[in-house]
């Protein structure tokens, strides 16, 4: 079975641009979560969706948005890029969203804000 | 509270001997824990989980032990080899309900020599 895939690997924006990274979870797999990790913070929590609804945010400003579809895909979406922004960012996918299911994560995106 | 990686501490061992990673979580009232491996330019990687309602858990060369008295996860791999070499985090599940968000610590570099 196909693991969690997140397209692109690699991005390189400029300040104030905006970037759409995509994910795929794990076939059958309902349940989809956004981390961002940096050296300095570690993994944070951005948002997670189920069943196309977003049932859960993180503390991050309303620049970073997200959806999913409803064959369970998922973007994310981060307008006026800043700096800071640079990061890896990565996608997780559980069967049920429920207490004791485990995420399973993707290799990332790499965004490079420049 | 959140992740905070300012400091990534660092466990030396030698091929074929033992290691133990320690891990304090944060929120007592937290149901489920999970260990993860995440090797250079990858996502993290399931090791094992636990429910609150256990205290062990083994699976292949590894093993997990939570002690809710005092809020302390540790993972225990036997007869480390050089691919176990990475950063492990652990992570809990909020205790918020139906989500799947996680709580990751700060993380610990696995270094293994011959």
């Known amino acids: 079975k196909a693991g969690v895939t997140q397209t692109p690997r690699y991005l390189i924006k400029t300040r104030g641009q905006q970037v759409t990274l995509s994910c795929s979870p794990i076939?059958?797999?309902?349940?989809v979560s956004w981390y961002q990790q940096t050296p300095g913070q570690g993994l944070q929590f951005l948002f997670e969706y189920f069943s196309e609804t977003q049932r859960n945010k993180g503390n991050f400003p309303g620049r970073f948005s997200g959806r999913q579809f409803s064959n369970s895909r998922s973007e994310m979406n981060v307008s006026t890029l800043e700096l800071g922004d640079s990061a890896l960012y990565l996608c997780?996918?559980?069967?049920?969203?429920?207490?004791?299911?485990?995420?399973?994560f993707g290799n990332g995106t790499r965004l490079t804000v420049t | 509270g959140e992740s905070v990686g300012l400091h990534l501490p660092t466990l030396s061992v030698q091929e074929g001997d033992n290691s133990i990673i320690n891990c304090a979580y944060s929120?007592?009232?937290?149901?489920?824990f999970i260990w993860y491996k995440q090797e250079s330019g990858k996502g993290p990687q399931f090791i094992i989980d636990i429910r609150s309602n256990m205290d062990k858990r083994q699976g292949q060369r590894v093993t997990v032990l939570l002690n809710k008295t005092v809020k302390h996860l540790s993972l225990q791999i036997a007869a480390t080899q050089p691919g176990d070499s990475a950063v492990y985090f652990c992570a809990e599940k909020s205790p918020l309900g139906n989500t799947d968000k996680l709580i990751f610590g700060t993380g610990t570099r696995l270094q293994v020599f011959p």
């Open positions: 076939s059958g797999h309902r349940s």
């Open positions: 997780a996918s559980s069967l049920v969203g429920t207490v004791d299911s485990p995420l399973h």
């Open positions: 929120n007592s009232a937290s149901d489920y």
